[in-house]
C-alpha cells in the first residue's frame, strides 16, 4: 500500500458495459491494469441500486488483476458500497437493505459502505419526500451496520443537514463529489464527515469547490474519480476512469500549495480511516 486511493468509482459491469456490450469482464481487467500503472492501488466501487451495487460487490470479491507478468505486482484492491442513488430513491431503500444483510453475512469485509445515497435537488427524478425517506432510511442501515455512509448532495443542502441532524451522522460519513463552496465545507467538517473532491476540481469555472479544498484539512480530504462521469482536465469530456485519479490529486495540491505526494499519501490515508480498510 502507498498508492492513490479512489474513494468512488463505478467500474461494475453495468457502467463499463455501455460502449463495449458483452465484453464487460475483460475490459474491467483493462481499467484495472491501467489503474495500477497509474498507481492506484485502492478502490470503493459504489452501488446506486440493488442491481449495480450486487456487481460492485462482484468486483470487490474478484482476485485483483496481476500486472506486467511475473515481476509485476497486483492491481489495486477493491471494496463495495450497497447503496440506493437519490435519483432512484422512488424504488425504496427496502431492496437494498435487503442486499445488505444477504452481502454482509458472507463476512468477508467487501462491503465497507452504504450509499451513494442523498438528495439530488437540481436533477429531481425522483420525487423530493421518496429522496428524504431513502436517505433517512438509509443513515439508519448505516448506523445499524456500523458502516461509512457515502452521500450525494446537489442543491439541497439545508435539507440535508436537516436530515442528517434528526438521524445522527454515522461515525465515518463521506460526502462525495462535493460541489459546494467554503460555507457548505465548513458544515460538512462540524458535522465530523470526510470530504471527497472529483475531477471537478480541476474545472475553471469551479473556483467555489477550490476555495473549500484549501479549507478542507488533509486528514478529512478524500479524492475520486466519479468513473465513468467527471473526467478531469485534460480528459474532460472521455469516459472517466481510476488512472485518471492522479489529475485531481494535482489540482487539490495546487491549491494546497504541496507536492502531489503528500495529497496522494494523506488522502488515501483519510479514505483508510473513512472506509475503515486499514489490513
Ligand atoms: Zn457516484
Same mark, same amino acid.
Given at each position: &500500500? #502507498?498508492?492513490?486511493?479512489?474513494?468512488?468509482? $463505478?467500474?461494475?459491469?453495468?457502467?463499463? #458495459?455501455?460502449?463495449?456490450?458483452?465484453?464487460?469482464?475483460?475490459?474491467?481487467?483493462?481499467?484495472?491494469?491501467?489503474? !495500477?500503472?497509474?498507481?492506484?492501488?485502492?478502490?470503493?466501487?459504489?452501488?446506486?441500486?440493488?442491481?449495480?451495487?450486487?456487481?460492485?460487490?462482484?468486483? /470487490?470479491?474478484? %482476485?485483483?488483476?496481476?500486472?506486467?507478468?511475473?515481476?509485476?505486482? +497486483?492491481?489495486?484492491?477493491?471494496?463495495?458500497?450497497?447503496?440506493? $442513488?437519490?435519483?432512484?430513491?422512488?424504488?425504496?431503500?427496502?431492496?437494498?437493505?435487503?442486499?445488505?444483510?444477504?452481502?454482509?453475512?458472507?463476512?468477508?469485509?467487501?462491503?465497507?459502505?452504504? =450509499?451513494?445515497?442523498?438528495?439530488?435537488?437540481?436533477?429531481? $427524478?425522483?420525487?423530493?419526500?421518496?429522496? +428524504?425517506?431513502?436517505?433517512?432510511?438509509?443513515?439508519?442501515?448505516?448506523?445499524?451496520?456500523?458502516?461509512?455512509?457515502?452521500?450525494? !448532495? +446537489?442543491?439541497?443542502?439545508? *435539507?440535508?443537514? *436537516?436530515?442528517?441532524? /434528526?438521524?445522527?451522522?454515522?461515525?465515518?460519513?463521506?460526502?462525495?463529489?462535493?460541489?459546494? =463552496?467554503?460555507?457548505?465545507?465548513?458544515?460538512?467538517?462540524?458535522?465530523? &464527515?470526510?470530504?471527497?473532491?472529483?475531477?471537478?476540481?480541476?474545472?475553471?469555472?469551479?473556483? %467555489?469547490?477550490?476555495?473549500?479544498?484549501?479549507?478542507?484539512?488533509?486528514?478529512?480530504?478524500?479524492?475520486?474519480?466519479?468513473?465513468?462521469?467527471?473526467?478531469?482536465?485534460?480528459?474532460?469530456?472521455?469516459?472517466?476512469?481510476?488512472?485518471?485519479?492522479?489529475?485531481?490529486? /494535482?489540482?487539490? /495540491?495546487?491549491?494546497?500549495?504541496? *507536492?502531489?505526494?503528500?495529497? &496522494?499519501? #494523506?488522502?488515501?490515508?483519510?479514505?483508510?480511516? !473513512?472506509?475503515?480498510? &486499514?489490513?
Amino acid at each position: &500500500m #502507498g498508492g492513490w486511493f479512489d474513494s468512488h468509482c $463505478h467500474v461494475q459491469e453495468k457502467y463499463l #458495459g455501455g460502449d463495449h456490450p458483452g465484453d464487460g469482464e475483460s475490459d474491467l481487467d483493462r481499467v484495472l491494469e491501467r489503474a !495500477a500503472s497509474a498507481g492506484i492501488d485502492r478502490l470503493v466501487c459504489i452501488g446506486t441500486g440493488v442491481a449495480t451495487s450486487r456487481q460492485a460487490v462482484a468486483v /470487490a470479491r474478484r %482476485e485483483p488483476v496481476s500486472v506486467g507478468g511475473s515481476g509485476g505486482g +497486483r492491481g489495486p484492491r477493491a471494496w463495495a458500497s450497497i447503496g440506493l $442513488h437519490p435519483h432512484e430513491a422512488s424504488e425504496g431503500a427496502d431492496g437494498v437493505a435487503r442486499l445488505l444483510e444477504e452481502e454482509l453475512a458472507a463476512g468477508d469485509g467487501a462491503v465497507v459502505a452504504v =450509499g451513494e445515497c442523498g438528495l439530488d435537488y437540481y436533477y429531481e $427524478h425522483s420525487p423530493r419526500d421518496a429522496q +428524504r425517506a431513502a436517505f433517512a432510511a438509509q443513515i439508519a442501515l448505516a448506523h445499524t451496520h456500523k458502516l461509512a455512509l457515502v452521500i450525494h !448532495a +446537489r442543491d439541497a443542502w439545508d *435539507d440535508l443537514f *436537516d436530515i442528517l441532524g /434528526a438521524e445522527g451522522v454515522p461515525e465515518r460519513t463521506v460526502l462525495h463529489c462535493f460541489t459546494g =463552496g467554503p460555507e457548505e465545507v465548513d458544515r460538512c467538517l462540524r458535522g465530523g &464527515m470526510f470530504v471527497s473532491f472529483s475531477g471537478i476540481v480541476t474545472f475553471k469555472n469551479a473556483g %467555489e469547490v477550490r476555495r473549500a479544498v484549501a479549507r478542507c484539512p488533509l486528514d478529512r480530504l478524500l479524492v475520486e474519480t466519479d468513473s465513468p462521469f467527471l473526467a478531469p482536465v485534460p480528459k474532460r469530456g472521455q469516459t472517466n476512469e481510476p488512472s485518471y485519479l492522479p489529475f485531481v490529486g /494535482a489540482a487539490v /495540491a495546487e491549491v494546497k500549495g504541496c *507536492d502531489v505526494e503528500t495529497i &496522494m499519501t #494523506g488522502s488515501a490515508a483519510a479514505a483508510a480511516t !473513512a472506509f475503515a480498510t &486499514m489490513v
